[in-house]
């Protein structure tokens, strides 16, 4: 039996920012990949993503599924990290008239929900508004 703790352990990327670069051609992948899409190469060196960005795309979620009613209305966006990289997170701590495509956002490590009454805490990457 895997404890929830030790399986997050042996995914760091899951709350390290961690991505694969190509070696050969620069690509930066996260999650990490095998092989790389742009080049089929298949060596890559780790980096640690910066955990700053910005907003590409935004929407408000008004009439969530189940798991996320306690939450509603809330926002999600796609953030765009320094490195290119793009991210799906759920947008936090502002009001909903701050949101703009372009506003910088920090990424940080929050719970996302609970399973069941006595079940796992799943934890997941937000953003919060730098401005």
């Known amino acids: 039996m895997i404890t929830p703790q030790r399986y997050w352990r042996e995914i760091p990327q899951r709350y390290r920012l961690e991505a694969g670069k190509c070696k050969k051609c620069g690509y930066i992948s996260f999650p990490p990949r095998l092989i790389c899409p742009h080049c089929k190469n ?40 320094n490195e290119g990289v793009k991210i799906l997170a759920q947008i936090i701590d502002c009001n909903f008239e701050d949101l703009a495509i372009n506003k910088k956002v920090k990424i940080e490590f929050r719970k996302i929900r609970s399973e069941g009454e006595a079940g796992i805490i799943c934890y997941g990457y937000k953003a919060v508004l730098l401005d």
């Not at 795309?57 to 926002?75: G, H, K, L, M, N």
């Open 42 to 81: 298949r060596e890559f060196d780790i980096i640690r993503l910066k955990d700053e960005g910005k907003i590409v795309s935004f929407t408000i979620i008004r009439v969530p599924p189940e798991q996320f009613s306690d939450q509603s209305p809330y926002a999600i966006g796609i953030i765009e990290l």
